[in-house]
C-alpha cells in the first residue's frame, strides 16, 4: 500500500486561527485572522488510516486582519492583540494537535483530534484543504 507522507510548515503551507465573537462581544472588537509564523507538521495521507501531528510556537502569532469591527485595526491595535494573546491568554505555551480520525471531504479531510496547549488538552475539528497544495505542486 502506497503511503503519502508531507512535512509541512510555513515555508510551504499556511496555519491560521480565526477567531470570531458571540454574544454581547458582537458589539465590539473584530472577527481576527491570526497567522502562525512557526510550526510544523507531519501528514501521513493512505486509503488505510491518516494523519496529522502538529506543532506550534504560540508566541509566533502575527494579526493578519481583522474583519466586521467598527473600524479598521491599526498597527497598533494588532500589537496589543498579539502581546495580549501572548501575556493573558496563551501565556507563551507549547501547542500540539494529534488527529485521531481524518475522512475524505471534499477536496480535503475532516479532521478530529485533539489540541493541547500548555498541560490542558481539549478535542477539536476541523476541515483540512489539500486543493491550494495540490495545484501548486510540481
Do not use: C
Amino acid at each position: 500500500m502506497s503511503t503519502n507522507m508531507h512535512t509541512l510548515g510555513p515555508q510551504n503551507a499556511a496555519l491560521q486561527v480565526k477567531t470570531y465573537r458571540e454574544g454581547m462581544a458582537q458589539k465590539v472588537g473584530h472577527d481576527l485572522v491570526i497567522d502562525v509564523t512557526r510550526w510544523e507538521a507531519a501528514v501521513q495521507l493512505n486509503a488505510a488510516t491518516s494523519s496529522i501531528m502538529l506543532e506550534a510556537d504560540s508566541s509566533s502569532l502575527q494579526v493578519r486582519e481583522g474583519r466586521n469591527g467598527v473600524k479598521p485595526l491599526s498597527d497598533k491595535d494588532r500589537s496589543e492583540i498579539v502581546k495580549t494573546i501572548d501575556d493573558k491568554i496563551l501565556r507563551k505555551q507549547r501547542i500540539s494537535f494529534r488527529s485521531t480520525s481524518m475522512q475524505a471531504k471534499g477536496e480535503g479531510y475532516a479532521v478530529e483530534g485533539e489540541l493541547s496547549i500548555g498541560a490542558e488538552t481539549r478535542p477539536v475539528s476541523f476541515d483540512l484543504s489539500t486543493a491550494a497544495a495540490a495545484s501548486r505542486a510540481p
